[in-house]
């Protein structure tokens, strides 16, 4: 092809044969370095730094993959600051002055900076699509910017996994700027978990969206990942290893969920079922007078 290439169509591009060689170099080298093998993590440390008032959040913590850590506190207490300095991977340069550590180190640049290595998959609370795609082209997009092989069944089992945490079902043809609240969460989630090689999965409140937050749950720490997740769902709460409490932009304290409160969760779920079994009945235009 270089070879073919006349003095007009580098006059054209604006390239000297030496510089589109180079620019090709740069590219394929950019291409390569997404299929490498991420980094593992280990351990995510955090590394406590200051609240509200500036004073010393005094812990350190250990997070290692498979673990879910949930974060509660009252709205405006600093739950997704403290989600925020996790995505940055903050080095004492933000409000909480808190630090974040990779397996135990200060991380490399490329994690906080490179969009291959990249640390964090989110989920956040609001999400919108602007994009004119289908469901399927939105899918194989990001699976082929992602070198993901056998692209089709990947789109079948992302569609498939977000249909049973949708409460309506859609289809491949679906265009995402029609999909529900619940419907995009549920996507962004099932395509997570099957597509996103991110070692960290951070969530900010996802039990109003309308979706099945305990299979979402399952789903996404199959994967081996460390999970954070902001909620004031009792039942999520208790399904994480501890939860950080955060009052006046600091964490105050750390629970470690013990067997008195697992034994309880099972008592949570009967009352849940029992919820979701009424509101069902709501939806149908049945009335409540017996429960
Ligand atoms: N330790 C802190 N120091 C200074 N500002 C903070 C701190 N923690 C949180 N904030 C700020 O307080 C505001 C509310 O925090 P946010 O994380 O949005 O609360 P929540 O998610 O719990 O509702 C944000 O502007 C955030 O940057
Ligand atoms: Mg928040």
Partial sequence: ?????????????????????????????????LQQEIDTVEKLTIRGGFNKDREAEDFELDLIP??????????GS????????????????????????????????????SIEHKLVAQLSQNMN???????????????????????????????????????ESFTADTPITSLSGGQSRALMIADTAILSRSPIVLIDEIENAGID??????LLIKEEKIVLMATHDPILALMGQRRLVIKNGGVAKIIETGQAERDNLEQLEILDRKLMALRHRIRQGETLETI
């Fill in 78 to 113: 600093g739950k997704s600051r403290l989600l925020a300095d996790i995505e940055w991977v903050a080095q004492g340069d933000t409000p909480t002055g808190r630090h974040i550590l990779i397996n135990g180190q200060v991380p490399d640049a490329k994690w906080r900076f």
């Fill in 129 to 167: 699509f602007v994009m004119d795609l289908s469901v399927e082209e939105f899918i194989r997009m990001h699976a082929e910017s992602r070198f993901v092989a056998n692209v089709d069944e990947k789109i079948t089992s992302i569609l498939v996994q977000a249909n049973e945490l949708a409460g």
């Fill in 66 to 75: 498979g673990q879910i850590t949930c974060i509660v506190g009252p709205t």
């Fill in 1 to 33: 092809m270089f070879a073919r290439l006349t003095d007009d169509h580098l006059d054209d591009m604006g390239l000297t044969l030496d510089q589109l060689r180079s620019a090709l170099r740069d590219y394929v080298e950019g291409m390569g370095a």
């Fill in 213 to 218: 937050r305990k299979k979402a749950l399952a």
